[in-house]
């Protein structure tokens, strides 16, 4: 076996854990979790990449790659007024409808039927926040931050896969330095705990519908494109339902919905990984081992996030987001015809507007597709 499979695997699952974590961290602390609830969030999670990515990649012999879904997180941590028994239970009602979605293909082509540039209007609306605020904590911490946003962007020209983790890893040591930190944390095995769902019509609205939507949407078919694009024929709508399943599962100890990864499949597939197509679905069992072990870490690794300074959190979450907003804004806008629907979705999307008890993600959602609605009278 070659030994750039595993090697892959491995560098898919940091990047794809590493880079993002910040976003599972911002969210938990959004809708008011504890520290064990947020450590039971990532051990669950990673949970579920694991034996979702293991499962996929044996039965398919292709290498499909699994990922928590990170516009999803960025929607919970931009949301307000939800508790974590709100999110766990949307997080079951978002796995029940990614299973209807596998296992009734009529449903897969609606999702598919929602035009491009709206879907990505809703989700540059979602994330724009985080790069704003990234930007903020410069002159709220210039002499930790500073240094750190220039790295970013210098790395980047090597390795825009690593420059995140980069920044987390090397913003750690320069807080050290700077005696930001707090007391080390203990080493500690994951537990997972289980948490009581609670269900209402505003989080079914305002975060499910929502967080079903990006999953879809940003994820899953952006995922099967780039299968697609390295030659694999997958069938979507059993590698949904096996996600929908396994979310399901993991839900009520607090994980987040999972979908196909799209960035981290993209270093498990290609002719780098082994020039046969046949072999790189070996990938697969290599990701799982790695995330089974942040999956025991978990309640560290969620232990020494707390200690870090707050700015640098806002600031790795807004850096991992970057290369989603400028996609997404590229997406919404290169359709002339569709570009006042998708600048009216994002600007409601950004607004964080709350009506009724549901949130902005909805509601720009709605707006974007009623102008579009409206605009195709006057072409008609």
């Known amino acids: 076996m070659r030994i750039s499979i595993p090697v892959s695997a491995f560098v898919a699952a940091i990047v794809g854990f590493g880079g993002t974590l910040a976003l599972i961290i911002a969210a938990a602390d959004a809708v008011d979790a504890?520290?064990?609830?947020?450590?039971?969030?990532?051990?669950?999670?990673?949970?579920?990449m694991a034996l979702e990515t293991a499962w996929l990649s044996w039965k398919t012999r292709m290498p499909v790659i699994t990922a928590w879904s990170t516009p999803g997180a960025a929607l919970i941590a931009a949301s307000s007024g939800f508790t974590m028994n709100d999110a766990v239970g949307a997080f079951i009602l978002a796995a029940l409808m990614l299973i209807a979605t596998g296992l009734f293909r009529p449903l897969t082509r609606l999702i598919a039927r929602i035009p491009a540039s709206i879907a990505s209007a809703m989700l540059a609306g979602i994330v724009v926040s985080f790069a704003m605020n990234a930007a903020k904590a410069v002159p709220a911490?210039?002499?930790?931050?500073?240094?750190?946003?220039?790295?970013?962007?210098?790395?980047?020209?090597?390795?825009?896969?690593?420059?995140?983790?980069?920044?987390?890893?090397?913003?750690?040591?320069?807080?050290?330095l700077l005696g930001r930190l707090g007391a080390m944390p203990a080493p500690q095995i994951s537990t997972l705990t289980l948490i009581a769902p609670s269900f209402s019509l505003s989080a079914a609205i305002g975060l499910a519908l929502p967080l079903y939507l990006v999953?879809?949407?940003?994820?899953?078919?952006?995922?099967?494109?780039v299968l697609r694009a390295a030659g694999y024929t997958p069938k979507a709508g059993p590698i949904v339902t096996v996600t929908g399943l396994v979310?399901?599962?993991?839900?009520?100890?607090g994980a987040l919905t999972t979908n196909l990864a799209a960035i981290s499949?993209?270093?498990?597939?290609?002719p780098d990984v082994h020039p046969d197509p046949e072999q790189r679905w070996k990938t697969g069992p290599f990701y799982s081992m790695a995330y089974f072990?942040?999956?025991l870490f978990g309640a560290s690794l969620v232990a020494l996030f707390s200690v870090l300074p707050q700015n640098l959190i806002v600031l790795v979450a807004g850096l991992a987001?970057?290369?989603?907003?400028?996609?997404?804004?590229?997406?919404?806008?290169?359709?002339?015809?569709?570009?006042?629907?998708?600048?009216?979705?994002?600007?409601?999307?950004a607004s964080g507007l709350t009506l009724f008890g549901v949130g902005a993600a909805f509601w720009g959602l709605l707006a974007g597709l009623v102008v579009l609605t409206l605009d195709s009278f006057k072409t008609a």
């Open 34 to 48: 504890t520290q064990a609830q947020t450590a039971s969030w990532v051990t669950a999670i990673c949970l579920a």
């Open 321 to 349: 987001l970057l290369g989603a907003l400028a996609n997404a804004l590229t997406i919404a806008l290169k359709d002339e015809t569709e570009r006042m629907a998708a600048t009216v979705t994002f600007a409601v999307t």
């Open 293 to 295: 072990v942040f999956a």
């Open 265 to 270: 499949a993209a270093i498990c597939t290609g």
């Open 141 to 176: 911490d210039p002499l930790l931050i500073a240094p750190l946003v220039a790295a970013f962007f210098l790395i980047r020209l090597i390795n825009p896969a690593l420059s995140v983790l980069a920044v987390l890893v090397g913003g750690g040591v320069l807080a050290f």
């Open 247 to 253: 979310s399901l599962l993991t839900a009520p100890f």
């Open 215 to 225: 999953t879809m949407a940003s994820q899953n078919l952006s995922g099967l494109a």
